[in-house]
């Protein structure tokens, strides 16, 4: 069985629940890595997918070769499609270039009750402190919260 038919089938029999919370990652073209307008492409493409009305943003980072996002889908969009339509809207300018970004297929971890929500978000925070890409903040990590307060 190929790489593609392996993904489908692992998406086979799954559904995607409206307001359902998940945590979701994303990973480019090895080897490739994200360019400083590549990153801010994804976290447009978030954005865009908020007002679109597709997703709740809880949390997200973005860092050099994937992207973590703890979000709820509305009603209008599955899961892979709302992961798809983000992907689309973030690679619009590589597109143009010729390069494909991302790899087929994603990782996705429905949240259930009982879960810990805190783990996961502290989970996508330290993601840039534990590949040491930023320094712990003295006052707490708080980037994600603070930019997600901006915007909700």
């Keep these: 069985m190929n790489l593609e038919a392996h993904q489908r089938a ?29 990153r801010d492409d994804v976290v447009k493409a978030f954005l865009y997918g908020r007002a679109q009305g597709w997703l709740l943003l809880h949390a997200f980072v973005v860092m050099p070769d994937h992207w973590h996002a703890l979000l709820s889908l509305q009603a209008k969009k599955t899961l892979p499609q709302v992961v798809l339509a983000l992907c689309r809207h973030a690679s619009f300018n590589s597109r143009k270039l010729g390069r494909l970004l991302w790899q087929t297929g994603f ?46």
Aim: net charge positive; hydrophobic share 35%.
């Design 10 to 38: 692992l998406r086979r029999g799954r559904f995607s629940q409206a307001w359902g919370l998940y945590y979701v990652t994303k990973c480019v073209q090895t080897p490739s890595q994200l360019t400083t307008v590549q």
């Design 107 to 152: 990782h996705d971890h429905k949240v259930r009750s009982g879960e810990s929500v805190v783990d996961i978000v502290r989970y996508i925070e330290n993601n840039p402190v534990r590949k040491q890409l930023v320094v712990r903040q003295q006052n707490g990590l708080g980037q994600v919260r603070t930019l997600l307060s901006m915007i909700n």
